[in-house]
C-alpha cells in the first residue's frame, strides 16, 4: 500500500504543478473536465462531482476507474489530448477520496474547486444563448 501512496504523490504533485503552472487555464480542458464531471455526476444521481466522490461505492469506485481507462485509451487512439488530461484530473480526483494523509490536503482541496469551477463555467458555457446569425 505505501508504494501506491507514494505513486499517488508523485502524480498529484505533478498535476498541481502542470495546472498551477498554465495548464490549468486552458479552456478546451477546463470545458472537458467540467463536461464530463457534471455527466457521470448526473448519470449516478449525484447533484455535482463531489457528491459522487462522496457517495461512490466501492463497486461504483471500480467501475469509474475502469471507464476512465478503457476511455482514456480510445481517446489516445484518436488523439484527444485533452479528453485523456480531463479523465486523468478527474481520477486522481476520485483516488484522492481515500487519501488520508493531512499533507495532501491543500492538492486535493485545490483539485476538487478546480473540477467545480470547470463544471459551473461548463454549464454556464453550455446554456448559453447563441446570438441570432446576421443577415448580409
Given at each position: 500500500?505505501?508504494?501506491?501512496?507514494?505513486?499517488?504523490?508523485?502524480?498529484?504533485?505533478?498535476?498541481?504543478?502542470?495546472?498551477?503552472g498554465g495548464e490549468g487555464?486552458?479552456?478546451?480542458?477546463?470545458?472537458?473536465?467540467?463536461?464530463?464531471?457534471?455527466?457521470?455526476?448526473?448519470?449516478?444521481?449525484?447533484?455535482?462531482?463531489?457528491?459522487?466522490?462522496?457517495?461512490?461505492?466501492?463497486?461504483?469506485?471500480?467501475?469509474?476507474?475502469?471507464?476512465?481507462?478503457?476511455?482514456?485509451?480510445?481517446?489516445?487512439?484518436?488523439?484527444?489530448?485533452?479528453?485523456?488530461?480531463?479523465?486523468?484530473?478527474?481520477?486522481?480526483?476520485?483516488?484522492?477520496?481515500?487519501?488520508?494523509?493531512?499533507?495532501?490536503?491543500?492538492?486535493?482541496?485545490?483539485?476538487?474547486?478546480?473540477?467545480?469551477?470547470?463544471?459551473?463555467?461548463?454549464?454556464?458555457?453550455?446554456?448559453?444563448?447563441?446570438?441570432?446569425?446576421?443577415?448580409?
Amino acid at each position: 500500500m505505501e508504494e501506491r501512496d507514494a505513486i499517488f504523490r508523485d502524480k498529484l504533485t505533478a498535476l498541481m504543478t502542470d495546472l498551477n503552472g498554465g495548464e490549468g487555464r486552458d479552456k478546451k480542458l477546463r470545458r472537458t473536465i467540467g463536461a464530463y464531471s457534471d455527466k457521470l455526476a448526473q448519470e449516478a444521481g449525484a447533484k455535482d462531482w463531489g457528491d459522487l466522490k462522496e457517495r461512490a461505492d466501492g463497486s461504483t469506485y471500480d467501475s469509474l476507474l475502469r471507464f476512465f481507462q478503457r476511455q482514456t485509451e480510445t481517446m489516445q487512439k484518436h488523439g484527444d489530448h485533452e479528453g485523456v488530461r480531463a479523465l486523468e484530473i478527474l481520477a486522481v480526483s476520485l483516488i484522492a477520496r481515500r487519501q488520508y494523509a493531512e499533507d495532501l490536503l491543500p492538492g486535493i482541496t485545490f483539485l476538487d474547486r478546480y473540477i467545480a469551477e470547470c463544471a459551473r463555467n461548463a454549464r454556464k458555457f453550455g446554456a448559453q444563448i447563441l446570438p441570432p446569425a446576421s443577415r448580409h
